[in-house]
Every structure is written in C-alpha cells, then in structure tokens.
C-alpha cells in the first residue's frame, strides 16, 4: 500500500512556504498611485488633467511668493528692485508692511493701540468660561495665550514699560485667576462688554458704570421681588424699572458723576475705527446678541400663540427676504425717520443692531431645524415631569435642539463674519473694501492689484476656518449616541 | 365624568389672578399684551416718522417714478434712455437683476454639481484640489472674491488700441500687444468684453406689450424647442409602454436627437442666423456685443462662490444616500449609471433640494452687492442714483425691500413645489 502511494505520489510538501511578495503593480506607491490616481482611463484623464490645471497656477503663484519683496516704501520702488534683481514678477508686501496697522486699526490714535490690544487679550479670558467651562487646563492655557500675544504686541509696539506693567499685570491677575478658580471667570464675561466699550472708545468711566447701574436694578427687582411677584413678574418690573433708568436718570447721573469725580479715559470717534478691530467688533458683538435673539424667535415661531407665531414669521421671513445691504442703508438712511425728531446715535452702533437682527433671522432658522428635529416624546416627558414651559425649553428641549444645530449656527456665525465687510457701503472703514481703498487711492502705491486683497483674504480664511474648525470639535465633543 | 368634576371643583367665578395662574385664560392673555405692545411700538414708528418727514417738509408719495430719470444705464435688456421715466430706470435695474440671478443660479448649480461629485471620487488629487476650492470659497467673503476678479479686469486688461497692428509694427514683424481669444472672436478688453451677437438675416419683428418690446423671433424659437422637448417626451412614453408591453425597449435615441435639435437648427437656418464678430475699428471694436465688465465679475464670482456652498450640499445629499441602496440596486443587476440615475439621485435630490433653494435665495440677494463694482442693478438704480436724484430715501428703499421680498418669496413659493413633487410620499 505505502509503496504503491509512493510511486503514485511523488512530492508531499512538508513545510509552508514563506508568503510571496505580492506583485509589483499591487504594492507601495505604484498600488497607491494605480488606485488613486490611475483607476480606468476616466481616472487617469482626470488626473493628467488636474497636474495640468495645478501646474499652470502654481507655475504663476509659487514664483511670485518666492520673490517677495517685504522692504520697498513704494510699489514703484518695489518693482526697481525686483528688475535689478533680475524677476518678472514678485509680491511686494511692503505695502502691508507700511500699512499694516490701517489694516488692523483703521485710523485708530497709534499711541492708544495698547487699548484694543487689551480688550482683544481681555475677548479671550471672558470667552474662556463660555467655550470650555470650568476647564483650568483650557482656561489658563487661553488666558496665558492671550497675555502672551498681547505683551509681544505691545513690546513690538514700543510701548513704555510703565503701561507694559499694567496691561501686563492685569493679564496676568486674571491669568492666575484662571489657574487658582476657573470658574469665577464668568464674572469676567458678564462685566466685559461695559470694559471693553470703555476701552475701546474711551470717555468717562462714569457711562458703562452708570449703565451697569440699571442692570442691578433687573437683579434686585428679582432677589427681592420673587417672593411677592414670582419669577416672571419681578424680572418684568426690573426691566420696566431699569428702561425708567436709563431713560431719564441714566445720563443726567453720568455727567454730574463725571462732573465731580472726572476719571476716563482719551475719547476715540466711531470714525476713527477700521480694519478688522472693526470687523471683530461687529462681529462679536452681533454674534453674542443674536444668538439669544434668534432662540426667542425660533421659539416665538414654533409657539403655539397664535399672534406670537405670526409675528415671528414675520419678522424673520422679512428680514431673511431682503438683501442685508438695503438692511444697512436702513440703517444709514431711514433710522432717521424712524427713531424721535434729533435722536442721532452711533452708526456703528446702528450697523450692530441691523447686522444682528439679521444674523438672528438666521439662526431662528436654523434653530427652528433643530427644535423640529427633537422627537414629540422630548416634549411629552417634559410635560409628565410637569415642568413648565421655561424649565423644559431650559433643561430639556434646548440642550438637544442647540446641540443638533451646531454646525447651522456657527456657519451662520461664519456669515456674519464675512458679511461685516459690507459696512464699507455705509461709510465705514471694513479691511476689505475700505482700507484697500485708501491703500490704492495713496500714489506710492498706486496699481497694486493682488498684495492688499491677498493678505486680507488670508486673514480672513484663517478665522473662518477656525471657527468651522471649532464647530466640528464641538459637534465630536458633544457627540452622545453611538456610531 | 370624574375629569369634568375635576374641572369644576375650583368654582366658575374668575378672579384677576386667572389671567396669569389658569393656563385657559394665559396663553390670551399673553397674546394680548403681545399685541398691545406691537401696536403700541408700530403707532410709535409711524408717529414718528410722520413727525420726521413734517419736520424736513417732505412728503411720502411715488410721483417722481413718472419724472425723467436723466441718467444713463449702460446695460439694458429693454430699451431706455436718459430721457425715460425713473419707473423705467427700475425696471431695467430689475432685469439686470434678474438676469445675473438667473445665470448665477443655473452656473453655480452646474459648478456645485460637478465639484460636489468629483470630492468624492476616488481620485485622490482631484477629490484634494476640490476640497481646497471648497473651503477657499466657503471662507473667504464674497465681496473680495467680486473685487479679485473686476480690479485686474478694469485695470490690468489691454485697451482696444492695444490690438491694433500699425504698418511699423507689420514691417518690424512685432506682434500687436494684446490679441483676440477663441478663434478671435472675443476681444477682452479694460472697457468690457466684446463678444459675438446672434443675428438673423429674416427677423420676425418684434411686438410692444405695454412698454416692453417682445422679440418674436425668440418666441417662435423659443416655442420651437418646447414643441421638441414635448415630441420627445411623447416618443419616450411611447417606447416605455413597448417595453412594459413586450420587455424590449426600442431603440430612440437617433430619434431623440432628430427631433431635439433638427426642428430648431432648421427653424434658425430658415430665419438666416449668424454670429456677429466684433471688429477693431480705429479706436476701439465696432459690431458684437459688449459685456460690462462689473457683470462679468459679479457673475464669475457669484457662480464660484455660490458652487462651492452647492457642492457641499450635493456631496451631502449623495452621502445621505445609504450604501445598502447601492448594494440592493447591484444584486438587483442595474448598471452603475442606471443606478446612480435611478436610485442614488431621486434619494439625494429630496435631501439637496430644500438647501440648494436657500442658496439661490442667497445667491439672488447676494446680486446687490453689485453696488462694489458700480452694476446698475435695481439697488444700483432705484436704490442708487434714482434715490441720490430725488433725495426720496424713504420711498425708494420701502419699494426695493418690497420688490428684493417679492423675488424672494416668488422664488421660495416656486421652489418649494418642486421639492413637493419629489418628496417621499408617506401614507
């Protein structure tokens, strides 16, 4: 038997053979390039097709930054020097050099840019408590962050060490005030924008605090109040005591304070701002109020008060129906005819109030997707729980709804970032339009066409695409089902 | 029972406090102070905008809209002079409007599409270039990308001399400093772009309805394609009942293309149609049209910006789309170009329709930020040099807030059917 198999079977392999190295074409970079790059005819077209398209932009780009020309006090100069040097083309960002501080500060005094150097350090500490609550590790890092950029600014400025010292020192307070109780830095947040208004456009220090006067008012109608008249009714009496405030006693009680106590700082005119401490300005502020706003809306259109619902319908289907330019010049134009015979405020001011009913339009929109999207039963178990309205839209309803429209918000926010360059049709001094305006209009530079765009374009995308950066971190953060 | 008991136990008389503590009588009394303050906050506008116009001595009426305009617009889709109405003056401002939004739309679509499917192909070089479009264009405001384009356009472009070849420069053999693109047929120059016109030798004349001539020629052609679109449609349903009949589709798509393009090219031949080429004279280029270069920027950089917005949201529809209706569509044995036709694309269309309508509502709105590049669109006229002429601030911006809200609720209206034809029909 074993003799006849050993004739019929002539080779039984006793060992495994070691594996194959796989073919040349199904390996390495020649697999990756086959199947990214070369997959089918169709494939290979597109991408001969895209090398050609990035090669004929980057044969025109990269030579261009390659030359940069960052010392030239005129474009005519610029371009004798890039000749001499033998180039064809090359950037010449000496126009940013000479002009950059146009570009951040508009026409802003120079010896007051330690001003919005602080209260930009101060945006960050105050926002701190409002994107990483309670976080030490995340509020220290921020508020070190900020002092440390504000004190290189200020020493690239040449400022004197006596003012390095106090900017420096209440940075620093606040710093350690992170590290030693994070969570007190929401007192930072709620007092910034009276500080940063003082900052900013100077004046009496009496303004802000007399104005802070009437919201203590709303808070002590409500301490004390809430017994007698309930939640509801005490916050409304506050805020019917805190409008008498600030319409009769408000202004009369600033100036005799200033009259007999006068402390303040050097006043700056609104047209004085520009560049893009303009556009954070806006920005900012018409991203913290809109979003409250744009809750209510949402909340007002998804209500089941018929009179509240229509009006809410209609204010955000007028506001989202119209172009925001013919928002602004309503802002420039007809608030005139608006508002009572001589009142005459602040057209950035004014610019503000519009550029964020518009923002909210959107953002109850958006806000309205996520509310939507909640199952009824969110709604019904908030009601067997026997909450009422505002204790279930505050624990239960908004969480959910604001977490589904995160990334809806902040690319409205993004927009409305983008959007602050149109204040250069009203007059105001945008980077984009309105400093870029001056920039050329000036003869040194006269025929510069890419530099000034190119660098304000940059600065733009970096921040637009840190907040939609934010955004996704946000959304994977918050992230609580399982996929 | 027992739950109408309940009800009545508290008693029937009302007291004040119900208003507030008894959720029948809330929600009214709500409503009321609501309204109240509504009216009492719109009696303060209106009062105040009374007083404010008494106090400048104006008055609120629309009787300069029949005065002479006065001024010149340079692109205009109906004729207008100088000595025409500020009416007028509007509505070209709302052609022109209309005309970008329009282009704007159907280009940035086209855009949206192509960008959107080519992020997710395989290829990884261009699914990267795509990506770096996208969020180039998302990030980056729109009014620079307007200003980018319309800045070189005006100062960097050739004037017309500069095509001109004097004898000198024939006998040196220098060539001309700018020349001609597309078989030089399109001159692009620091004025605008001169472009090649359609003409018909045997026109059909036109016919005046209210003001606004119709060129009847279009219409004809117009009415020439429908008729087409609609034989066609008719031989498809044809073949579809041969197929469900016997299970053999016949074989159309000759007679498809016949009856799509014959009836309209002979249509044109018949009327003798043919392109107008622009022609440098001595000075500058005589014949063809010539396109503002303000609308070539703003529609170049509406249709960039808008597709980039567009192909997200395709790229998102196409995602939302699950993988198990591929799969079931390929052990169903469809091809990949029958099933993305149909059963990817009908999916994706419900989910990319609803934002795709609130992009062209931005697109549409985005129009007036022709104000950066000087184009006489309807904020450009009425909201511009008609308001600056009257000094009628009040009157002029209510009727463009008014007019802009039309457009857009016409538009929302419009779109908003269509997204309920293609909806999941749920029982």
């Not at chain 1, 509310?371 to 009422?388: K, M, T, V």
């Not at chain 2, 405001?141 to 000198?168: K, M, Q, S, Y």
């Not at chain 2, 060539?175 to 772009?193: C, N, Q, Y």
């Amino acid at each position: 038997m074993s003799d006849t198999h050993a004739q019929t079977v002539r080779f039984v392999r006793d060992t495994m053979l070691p594996a194959a190295t796989a073919p040349v074409g199904e390996r390495g970079a020649v697999k990756w390039l086959r199947e990214n790059l070369f997959a089918g005819p169709w494939n290979s077209a597109l991408t001969i097709l895209a090398i050609f398209v990035l090669y004929q932009a980057l044969s025109s780009i990269i030579p261009w930054l390659l030359n940069s020309m960052w010392n030239a006090g005129s474009l005519s100069e610029c371009r004798e020097i890039l000749a001499a040097k033998g180039d064809t083309s090359g950037a010449c960002w000496g126009v940013i050099r000479t002009r950059w501080h146009q570009y951040m500060f508009g026409f802003y005094p120079p010896d007051l840019y330690w001003r919005p150097l602080l209260a930009f350090g101060l945006l960050f500490i105050a926002l701190s408590p409002v994107l990483y609550y309670g976080s030490r590790q995340a509020a220290t890092a921020i508020a070190g962050a900020a002092t440390a950029f504000v004190l290189l600014a200020l020493l690239g400025l040449g400022e004197g060490a006596g003012r390095l010292a106090v900017v420096g020192g209440v940075l620093l307070a606040l710093t350690a005030l992170a590290w030693v109780a994070p969570k007190k830095l929401v007192w930072v947040t709620a007092l910034y924008a009276p500080v940063c208004f003082l900052l900013l456009w100077g004046g009496s220090v009496w303004s802000p605090v007399v104005a802070l006067l009437g919201f203590g008012l709303i808070v002590a109608a409500y301490i004390w109040g809430q017994g007698v008249l309930g939640t509801v009714g005490s916050v409304g009496a506050g805020i019917v005591l805190a409008v008498l405030f600030w319409i009769y006693i408000d202004v009369p009680l600033a100036i005799a304070l200033s009259a007999v106590v006068p402390i303040g700082l050097q006043p700056v005119a609104s047209n004085e701002f520009g560049g893009f401490l303009l556009a954070i300005i806006i920005g900012v502020t018409a991203i913290s109020f809109s979003l409250p706003l744009g809750i209510l809306l949402a909340l007002g259109r998804q209500s089941n008060l018929f009179i509240v619902k229509t009006l809410s319908v209609g204010f955000i289907e007028f506001i989202r129906g119209v172009p925001l330019i013919t928002l602004l010049f309503t802002a420039s134009l007809l608030l005139q005819y608006f508002l009572p015979p001589g009142t005459n405020f602040d057209i950035i001011l004014r610019v503000i109030i519009l550029v964020t009913f518009f923002a909210a339009a959107y953002l109850a929109e958006v806000i309205r997707g996520g509310l939507a999207a909640l199952p009824r039963g969110q709604y019904e178990a908030a009601d067997a729980l026997g909450l009422d309205y505002w204790q279930a839209q505050r624990l239960i309803i908004l969480p959910q709804a604001l977490k589904i429209s995160i990334p809806g918000i902040v690319s409205t926010f993004i927009g409305l970032f983008k959007d602050t360059t149109l204040v250069s049709f009203v007059g105001l001094m945008d980077p984009l339009r309105g400093v870029t305006q001056i920039v050329r209009a000036d003869l040194d530079w006269k025929g510069i066409y890419w530099e000034p765009y190119v660098f304000v374009g940059a600065l733009f995308f970096v921040m637009c695409y840190g907040m939609s950066q934010y955004s996704q971190y946000l959304e994977r953060k918050l992230r609580t089902d399982h996929r | 029972m027992h739950m109408a008991m309940a009800s009545d136990a508290p008693g029937n008389e009302f007291r004040l406090g119900m208003l507030i503590y008894d959720t029948r009588y809330r929600s009214l009394t709500i409503q009321v102070i609501v309204l109240i303050l509504f009216g009492l906050a719109v009696a303060w506008l209106l009062n105040n905008t009374v007083q404010n116009l008494e106090a400048k001595g104006r008055t609120f009426n629309y009787g300069f809209l029949w005065q002479r305009a006065g001024y010149d617009i340079q692109q205009q889709l109906i004729p207008y002079t100088n000595d025409s109405t500020h009416f007028r003056a509007l509505l070209v401002g709302l052609m022109n409007t209309l005309v970008v939004a329009i282009l704007g739309c159907i280009g940035a679509t086209i855009v949206g599409i192509i960008v959107g499917v080519l992020r997710l192909s395989k290829n990884w070089l261009v699914s990267k270039l795509m990506t770096i479009y996208v969020e180039i264009f998302r990030n980056i405001p729109l009014l620079l990308w307007i200003l980018f384009i319309f800045v070189p356009l005006g100062e960097l472009a050739p004037n017309p001399t500069d095509f001109r070849v004097t004898e000198e420069m024939q006998a040196a053999g220098e060539e001309p400093r700018a020349s001609m693109i597309l078989f030089d047929t399109v001159a692009i120059t620091a004025r605008g772009v001169n472009a090649p016109y359609p003409l018909l030798e045997r026109p059909l004349g036109t016919v005046d309805v209210a003001g606004i001539p119709f060129n009847l020629s279009v219409l004809a052609f117009l009415a020439v394609v429908g008729a087409s679109f609609y034989a066609n449609s008719l031989i498809r349903r044809r073949a579809r009942a041969v197929q469900e009949a016997t299970g053999v589709r016949p074989v159309i798509w000759w007679k498809s293309l016949l009856i799509l393009f014959a009836p309209a090219i002979v249509f044109l031949w018949a009327l003798g149609f043919h392109l107008e080429v622009p022609e440098l004279t001595r000075f500058n280029f005589s014949g063809g049209v010539l396109v503002q270069n303000s609308f070539i920027a703003l529609l170049i950089a509406l249709i960039l910006y808008t597709g980039a917005f567009i192909a997200e949201i395709v790229r998102a529809g196409i995602l939302a789309v699950s993988k198990g209706q591929t799969e079931a569509a390929f052990a169903l044995g469809l091809r990949p170009n029958r099933t993305m036709s149909l059963i990817i694309l009908p999916q994706a269309l419900r989910v990319i329709i609803p934002p795709l309508i609130s992009q062209f509502l931005n697109l549409t709105k985005n129009t007036s930020l022709g104000i950066a590049v000087s184009y006489l669109d309807l904020r450009g006229t009425l909201g511009g040099i008609t308001l600056n002429q009257t000094g009628r601030e009040l009157e002029c911006m209510l009727l463009m807030m008014l007019i802009y809200l039309i457009i857009s609720l016409i538009i929302s209206s419009l779109m908003n059917i269509y997204n309920r034809s293609v909806r999941l029909k749920e029982r």
